[in-house]
């Protein structure tokens, strides 16, 4: 496993030679205390297969480096790393019992998972279990059942988080406060509310610039797959037709010279786990999808701006084009891994560690930009001291590459597809599912190397580290007129009212005022994090005033990317700079918590 943020290296690793972890999986498995499985497990669960490798054997030097590091790693564990390398020795202590996997509710990603499953030959419970289980493998939402322990693989609330109108407010959220870092997410305006500030600003940008020639998209809100997308010239050109209303979106400048290959525009799919809220940790998978268009591209012009092929990159629509090319190399075709296009970007000059570094710290800040809300979500839904699993999800980030090699957030995906077959047309209208070898290469190994990573029976570490807040010394009427206003103008929104009482956004917009009433002259960021300390300074007082707090007060530290274990796909994410700044983040939410 490599250190936090490193770039993947396609020359040493090129994609069709990538290994299956598999053959030294057995290695990584853990001990459990207890003896072997339970009767009931036997006879409800799929047993695991024999202990040979599964998927495709290495082959390549790239391939023999990483097998090894595998089961280097083991060597240091002494006896027991050599003695349980599946395929190898084929020794397996007979009371090792295996991680139970609760399948039933998996839908489209339930091929990719059994396959995984099998890699790490831990038990699958294909029609669930009466007993827990260790993980719940959901295909679609948190609430897809009640679940009590163990861990699930989707967070509460995620879903509405990466909509396009939250993850707009949240990313602009960021904007306002850094809005350097937070330059990777095009300028986006809210439908219906912002259309007039849209207007305006364009009008504005345009009179101070004549020559420039935007070109906007427009994206339904909730939608996918392309679904409701068009392009336009000028704000007038939004389609009114009554039906902004019931469909909101965003409306969003269009990056117009993106970055081609073989003339076409294509975009990245990158997988990427958030395991855990607090302490913050998120992995990135080290290889992706690479969706190209099937046109070749050229600048938006009124003539061209319909032609889907050739500005949306989104496989839904591409694989309607006769030009669409299905190929079993991961170096070809309409899709490809992302690491065949950065070898080929490498082989060009490109510093492609700099493109790697660039898009981990997108993906770092847009997580950060979402885990204030996510956390209200998990408050509100698994209340600390209830019985309730433990989350982590698997995120789908789409990037654009710009001409000058930048990453743009597309946008992200709650439920990325995991299926590893496509479509294929036997003849005119008539489809039929065929194995697709690029999804399946990329898709089971982050599967696989998600459940490697959320093993229950790794040694845990422990979060003790508290923080507390308090409110700030502005006349109590003013807070309250503040408070009353700002919630009523949330509330009216219609926004999800999960709790009574202020959301979180009213509570950002609330604390960002006080903060510029409070510290004037600053700049927003300063502000905000001068009224943090001050709250942080009178809760500290407050503690020791009242005793009750012995440990006093904590800032909290977002930790990052603690566990590597050798051999995985998924990297740590880490960007030393962003900590101090997360602080901030993770303030505000606690402060949130602590109102309530
Ligand atoms: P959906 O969820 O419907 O797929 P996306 O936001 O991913 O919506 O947009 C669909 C496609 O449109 C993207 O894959 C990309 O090719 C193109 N696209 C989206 N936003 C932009 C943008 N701001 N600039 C250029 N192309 C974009």
Redesign the pocket.
């Known amino acids: 496993m490599e250190s936090a943020g490193t770039e993947p290296e396609p020359e040493r690793c090129p994609p069709a030679q990538e290994p299956p972890v598999s053959p030294a999986l057995p290695a990584e498995e853990p001990e459990r205390s207890e003896a072997a499985p339970e009767p009931q497990q036997e006879a409800e669960g799929v047993p695991p297969p024999a202990p040979v490798a599964q998927g495709r054997r290495p082959s390549g030097p790239g391939s023999k480096g990483q097998a090894k590091r595998c089961s280097a790693g083991k060597g240091g564990r002494g006896k027991r790393g050599s003695t349980r390398r599946a395929g190898e020795e084929g020794g397996r202590p007979a009371r090792r019992a295996h991680v139970t996997v609760d399948s039933s509710k998996a839908k489209t990603s339930l091929e990719a998972l059994k396959i995984s499953l099998r890699q790490l030959r831990w038990r699958e419970f294909p029609f669930g279990r009466r007993l827990p289980c260790d993980i719940y493998w959901h295909g679609v939402s948190f609430h897809d059942n009640d679940i009590f322990s163990g861990q699930v693989n989707k967070f509460p609330g995620m879903t509405e988080m990466v909509r396009?109108i939250t993850l707009s407010r949240a990313v602009r959220t960021m904007q306002d406060l850094f809005p350097e870092e937070y330059n990777f997410y095009?300028h986006s305006w809210i439908l219906p509310e912002e259309f007039p500030l849209f207007v305006a600003e364009v009008r504005m940008m345009k009179e101070s610039d004549p020559p420039w020639k935007p070109t906007f998209?427009v994206?339904p809100d909730g939608?996918?797959?392309?679904?409701g997308?068009y392009l336009i010239k000028d704000p007038s050109d939004i389609r009114m037709a009554g039906n902004l209303q019931s469909r909101p979106a965003v409306v969003?400048?269009?990056?117009s010279k993106?970055l081609l290959i073989d003339k076409l525009?294509f975009?990245i799919r990158l997988y990427v786990l958030l395991k855990s809220l607090e302490p913050l940790e998120i992995y990135i998978a080290k290889d992706g999808l690479s969706?190209f268009c099937t046109e070749p591209y050229q600048e938006p012009t009124l003539k061209n701006l319909h032609q889907v092929f050739m500005?949306?990159?989104?496989y839904s629509l591409n694989i309607h084009s006769g030009n669409f090319i299905h190929s079993d190399n991961a170096n070809t075709g309409s899709k490809r891994t992302f690491s065949s296009v950065l070898y080929r970007l490498s082989s060009k000059g490109v510093d492609i560690k700099k493109l790697w570094s660039d898009i981990i710290s997108l993906v770092i800040k847009t997580v950060i930009a979402l885990t204030p809300e996510l956390k209200v979500y998990y408050q509100s839904d698994i209340p600390a001291g209830k019985p309730g699993p433990t989350c982590f999800q698997i995120l789908g980030f789409?990037i654009?590459l710009m001409k000058n090699l930048k990453p743009?957030l597309?946008?992200v995906n709650a439920n990325p597809s995991m299926r590893i077959e496509h479509e294929q047309e036997l003849s005119p209208g008539v489809f039929e599912n065929v194995p697709s070898p690029v999804d399946e290469e990329i898709k089971v190994a982050v599967i696989r190397d998600t459940l490697r990573l959320m093993d229950p029976y790794k040694k845990k570490k422990k979060d003790n580290q508290n923080c507390k807040l308090s409110n700030s010394n502005f006349s109590m009427a003013s807070v309250d007129i503040l408070y009353i206003d700002i919630t009523r103008r949330w509330n009216s929104m219609g926004l999800d009212q999960r709790e009574s009482g202020m959301c979180l956004q009213a509570f950002v917009e609330a604390f960002f005022c006080l903060a510029q009433r409070r510290y004037k002259s600053l700049p927003l960021h300063e502000q905000v994090a001068s009224l943090i300390d001050f709250c942080e300074y009178h809760l500290a007082i407050l503690d020791e005033k009242r005793l009750v707090c012995s440990r006093g007060m904590t800032e909290r530290r977002a930790e990052l990317g603690t566990c590597q274990p050798d051999g995985l796909h998924l990297t740590a994410a880490t960007h030393a700079p962003l900590l101090n700044r997360m602080t901030a983040a993770n303030k505000l939410t606690d402060y949130r918590n602590h109102r309530s």
């Open positions: 396009k095009p998209i994206k939608g996918c797959q392309g679904d997308i969003q400048e269009y990056i993106p525009k975009d969706r500005h949306l990159t989104n789409d654009l743009v597309l946008e």
